[in-house]
């Protein structure tokens, strides 16, 4: 209950941030995805079926409140949440490089799956060069400069939450 409990502060909190508070901070019209760290993050510490529900449902808000193709970036982040999950085996958490260089990959494949979809959606030809140099590099770096202070506190609040939740858990069988 308390995991629950927690993905939905959670989501909630970074999606008011996303959505309302930062981009009134924007750098050159770009902000950080910190609903994508989120599923990333969830993916690699919860697996794959808590990654691709966290990204479910973090795409679907934000599908919602960009009213846009409604189910694009809930089909997006679910994928994104899946595939990170699968790399809860290899206990990555510990290496503070990696979950951000995936964070980072995660964030050029979900920006290179936008580029293509508004290509097929709305049939125009899109300079690939403007796109890449202009909107995708700049967001991955200021996603993964975010994760750097982020993916810390949520795996810190994951580790606090399910650690508790085991010994209370043990206490009750007792």
Not at 15 to 21: A, F, R, S
Not at 76 to 98: C, P, Q, R, T, V
Not at 141 to 155: D, E, H, K, M, R
């Amino acid at each position: 209950m308390r995991k629950i409990l927690l993905s939905f502060i959670s989501i909630l909190v970074l999606l008011i941030l996303q959505v309302c508070v930062f981009p009134n901070f924007a750098l050159g019209g770009i902000i950080p995805n910190l609903l994508l760290i989120l599923v990333s993050c969830y993916g690699f510490l919860r697996g794959c079926n808590d990654g691709m529900i966290a990204g479910f449902i973090c795409g679907l808000l934000l599908d919602v409140f960009s009213m846009n193709f409604l189910g694009f970036f809930a089909f997006a982040y679910m994928f994104i949440g899946y595939f990170n999950g699968f790399l809860k085996d290899f206990n990555i958490k510990e290496i503070l490089f990696l979950p951000i260089l995936f964070i980072a990959v995660s964030d050029l494949a979900l920006n290179l799956f936008s580029y293509l979809f508004l290509m097929c959606m709305l049939n125009k030809h899109f300079n690939i060069d403007y796109y890449f140099i202009r909107v995708i590099v700049p967001e991955l770096i200021f996603t993964s400069i975010i994760a750097l202070g982020l993916y810390p506190l949520v795996n810190l609040l994951d580790e606090k939450f399910l650690n508790v939740t085991a010994t209370e858990e043990k206490d009750s069988a007792v």
